[in-house]
């Protein structure tokens, strides 16, 4: 399947200056980025990710979710 095309343009302002344009591509499955290229395409990052196997997961820092907090289905 073909990837997600997501592009940041830059963005100035007195407060804030970020330097050219960034190209993400997305797999439609995961939603996970797989290789993102910045200004021109002369910089180009392939990204990998790894299996969600417990010894991964377990190797997180995520938060504890508050005692407030409720999941619902979709």
């Known amino acids: 399947a073909p990837h997600i095309?997501?592009?940041r343009?830059?963005?100035n302002t007195p407060d804030y200056k970020q330097?050219?344009?960034?190209?993400?591509?997305v797999n439609p499955m995961?939603?996970?980025?797989?290789?993102?290229t910045l200004a021109?395409?002369?910089?180009?990052?392939?990204?990998q990710w790894l299996?969600?196997?417990a010894a991964n997961l377990?190797?997180?820092d995520l938060p504890v979710p508050p005692a407030a907090f409720t999941?619902?289905?979709r």
């Open 5 to 7: 095309k997501l592009i």
């Open 9 to 11: 343009t830059p963005r």
């Open 19 to 25: 330097a050219g344009t960034v190209t993400y591509f």
């Open 30 to 36: 995961t939603y996970l980025p797989d290789r993102l």
């Open 40 to 47: 021109s395409g002369a910089n180009v990052t392939n990204l």
């Open 51 to 53: 299996p969600p196997t």
């Open 58 to 60: 377990a190797k997180l």
């Open 71 to 73: 999941q619902v289905s």
